[in-house]
């Protein structure tokens, strides 16, 4: 198996530094990240950072990619959100692990690229991912009204500081679950988590962290 070592390393690194169910450390280590990063990073697909995929983007480190999964709390079927399709690594995951991904990127390029990654990633793994994944391109800052509620909805960039509640009302109100890094300047971030349960909403800070700005209408403004 190719890059069989850098994987068996990263996967007990990841061990060591937090609790992760057997099955998200199953799906890091069988999606073949070097497939979703540029041909000039490929030997350092398995690091334990984030890498620049272009347009400005980036795929996310393992270990947060792990983190940000193992706080879903998913189940098979979960019907998610992705906010931030990238290079298609984190929907990757989520499609492995039996979810539905409705996935909405701003980035025609990247929305492209990500189809093209996991269309390899599918071919290298003998698992069809792209049957649970569905694209779109738009303002993800909006969230994505038109198949809510979600589940789970996932963002992948970072958001303002208490400008979710467009996010929480596409959440289902049966232990609805947001995951997103949340920031009032784009220095200090917190990935933090929402829980809404009839009505209410419980939020717990997670850990910092550093993403790329979510930019959108309520997001973050291009320069």
Known sequence: MEFKEEKEFLIRELKNSGTFDLKVLE????????????????????????????????????????????????????????????????????????????????IDYLSKKAKENLKKASEVIGKDLL????????????????????????????AIYNKTQTFIEQLSDNNGILIVPEGKNLEIQILRKYIKNNGKIEVIDLDYCRFVPLIGENGWQED
């Open 27 to 106: 799906a890091i280590y069988n999606i073949p990240r070097e497939v979703f990063v540029p041909e000039f990073l490929k030997d350092r697909a398995y690091e334990n950072v984030p890498l620049p995929i272009g347009e400005g983007q980036t795929i996310s480190q393992p270990f947060m990619v792990a983190y940000m999964t193992q706080h879903l709390e998913i189940f098979e079927g979960c019907k998610v959100l992705e906010i931030g399709t990238g290079s298609g690594y984190q929907a990757g995951i989520l499609s492995y692990l039996g979810c539905e991904v409705y996935t909405i990127e701003r």
């Open 131 to 158: 049957k649970n994944i569905k694209f779109f391109i738009g303002d993800g800052s909006l969230g994505f009204k038109n198949y809510a509620p979600y589940d789970r909805i996932i963002i992948t960039a970072a």
